[in-house]
């Protein structure tokens, strides 16, 4: 049994959200928006982007962004941009997700004559494709966040006419911890547009910065709080995001958790299921007609994903198959072989074997031109690209980083590419197996204080990546039987099982129906609070990764106690 332990000793849940986010005090998160209402988070570049761009009000511009959230959105926010400030010749382009890969190449620089490139999310990786633009006479920006190409410690920047990356040029910015839609949004603000249309965009890029797992402080922060209240309002987003929000039932209540869950998955789902699909993202996003219109475009969405989940699932069962008949439990990394499943989904399979068997996967499939394509993630001390590098010579091209890389290899390397990937995992430790005996909690609440927690939680919201969402230990849970059942299974494809306390307060686990060993009738639990919207009704919700069983104490009525004594008298 896993050992419970308070983190810390702080008291108050304003003390616990401040370390959590990293601030001093409240003063600290108020003056990331005074900053940010004054235009105080200055990047290096963004004026002289601003000034070129300009030029072009009435020739040619392309914006080249990415298949991923992000770069669906970065492309969307500067296209509304252009538009609203009066540009007459504005299109874009998304690389092919299969057949071209990230960023610019050489087939997109071959559609475009002349005029300006826009790269978003992209580009400052990209410097023989960008020396292409420039050799036609093609001006060119770029506007990312990304590390550029390093060579003997020193960074390889393309020759563009501008750069904005505070992470390629150092010390160019206040904050470096945007997404490619927030350097969008701070170009698009500096470019000059409305409120209303300010609002729109900020309400991307919270779409952006969530899915991209940027750390939610400094403007981040400011970006990402506003945006969320923007896109519940049908005024201040466009109306095929307010669709998309809609399909989803969440127009009620929308946190961060939903973007990175719901919202992101489905602008990504375009993409994975089809080699251009992330265009069908951008007309929705990008959707300035009647919200009306904007509904079947995004359910048109909405059933991709579901689409996209069922392969996924279809993907994972073949993938542990593959690892039991082929005996490869043990292996670091795990390299699995699903022929003939999409590409677009094995990045999430490779995710997958890796969560549930704490060690590196790497997920190949054979494309139709008879290349095998894969998609790796990692955890513990394993860095998947510094063990690529040492494979190479098997590599027909790779990239990624340290928790995560793409690769592609032809068939007669492949037996030989296995055993030498698996002779870079000396050493291999899981570090995030340490510790799992011990479970940390920030607070300690009763149950019947979660309703009122949760309305104190929201002040501190958005939770995420660097504003984690607290963890509480709720005792006194009194289990209520629904149904006739004291733990309920919500579906027969998850182990998800329910807890009801009241009718508006219920607790949710996952892989947690195999603990219960009896029916449990008072419990302690460990996990975050949340409200649940569904079908008009809310639901306070604590979704718990461990519990205990609490000992019922039975309180007897003085009258009670006396019948008793007499009883055992006679």
Not at 46 to 67: C, W
Not at 127 to 152: F, R
Not at 260 to 273: D, E, V, Y
Not at 437 to 442: C, E, L, M, P, R
Request: aromatic share 8%; proline share 4%; hydrophobic share 40%.
């Amino acid at each position: 049994m896993k050992a419970w332990k308070k983190r810390d000793e702080l008291k108050t849940l304003e003390e616990v959200f401040l370390r959590n986010i990293g601030a001093s005090s409240l003063d600290d998160i108020n003056n990331w928006f005074k900053m940010s209402y004054a235009d105080e988070y200055g990047i290096r570049g963004l004026d002289e982007a601003v000034e070129l761009v300009s030029k072009f009000k009435n020739e040619p511009v392309k914006i080249i962004g990415d298949y991923d959230v992000d770069g669906v959105t970065s492309t969307s926010i500067l296209l509304l941009a252009l538009k609203a400030n009066g540009f007459t010749n504005v299109t874009y382009r998304i690389p092919k997700r299969f057949s071209e890969g990230f960023g610019i190449n050489m087939t997109i620089i071959d559609e475009i004559s002349e005029g300006l490139i826009i790269t978003c999310d992209n580009g400052i990786a990209q410097p023989e494709a960008i020396k292409a633009a420039k050799d036609k006479g093609i001006s060119v920006v770029i506007l990312d966040h990304h590390e550029p190409i390093m060579e003997d410690g020193k960074a390889i920047l393309p020759d563009a006419d501008v750069i904005v990356d505070p992470n390629a040029i150092k010390g160019s910015a206040v904050f470096n911890g945007y997404c490619g839609a927030g350097i969008c949004l701070k170009f698009a603000r500096k470019l000059g547009v409305s409120k209303n249309i300010y609002q729109m965009l900020q309400s991307l890029t919270s779409l952006g910065t969530v899915a991209d797992v940027m750390e939610l402080r400094e403007e981040n922060y400011v970006f990402v709080r506003n945006g969320l209240k923007n896109l519940l309002n049908p005024n201040t987003t466009t109306p095929g995001a307010y669709a998309l929000v809609s399909a989803f039932e969440l127009t009620k209540n929308l946190t961060a958790h939903d973007i990175g869950f719901k919202l992101g998955p489905a602008i990504n789902a375009c993409s994975r299921m089809k080699d251009d699909g992330a265009k069908d993202a951008v007309e929705l996003l990008t959707f300035t007609d009647s919200y009306v219109k904007a509904i079947p475009m995004a359910e048109a969405i909405v059933e991709v994903n579901n689409q996209r989940k069922a392969v996924k699932e279809e993907a994972i069962k073949a993938a542990n198959k593959y690892i039991v008949d082929n005996c490869l439990m043990g292996d670091v990394p795990i390299v699995v072989r699903l022929d003939g499943t999409p590409e677009g989904v094995i990045g999430i399979v490779a995710g997958n074997i890796c969560e549930d068997y704490k060690v590196p996967a790497i997920v190949l499939t054979k494309t139709p031109d008879g290349i095998l394509r894969g998609s790796s993630r990692s955890c513990g001390n394993y860095h998947m690209k510094n063990n690529l590098d040492k494979v190479k010579k098997y590599l027909l091209k790779y990239g990624g980083h340290e928790g995560a890389a793409g690769l592609s290899l032809s068939e007669e390397n492949y037996a030989a590419f296995v055993d030498a990937i698996h002779n870079t995992a000396e050493g291999f430790v899981n570090s995030e197996e340490d510790n799992t005996d011990i479970v940390y909690y920030d607070l300690e609440i009763k149950a019947n204080q979660i309703p009122d927690v949760i309305t104190d939680l929201k002040k501190f919201e958005p939770f995420g990546n660097g504003n984690e969402a607290p963890v509480f230990k709720v005792t006194g849970y009194s289990v209520n039987p629904k149904g006739g059942n004291f733990i309920n299974k919500v579906t027969s494809s998850y182990d998800i099982t329910k807890l009801y306390y009241k009718s508006d307060v219920v607790a949710i686990g996952f892989d947690m129906s195999s603990r219960f060993k009896e029916p449990p009738k008072s419990v302690s639990l460990i996990g975050t609070l949340n409200d649940n919207y569904f079908n008009g009704k809310v639901t306070h919700q604590i979704e718990f990764a461990d519990f205990k069983s609490e000992e019922i104490k039975t309180v007897q009525t003085p009258l009670a106690a006396k019948l008793a004594s007499m009883a055992m008298m006679s």
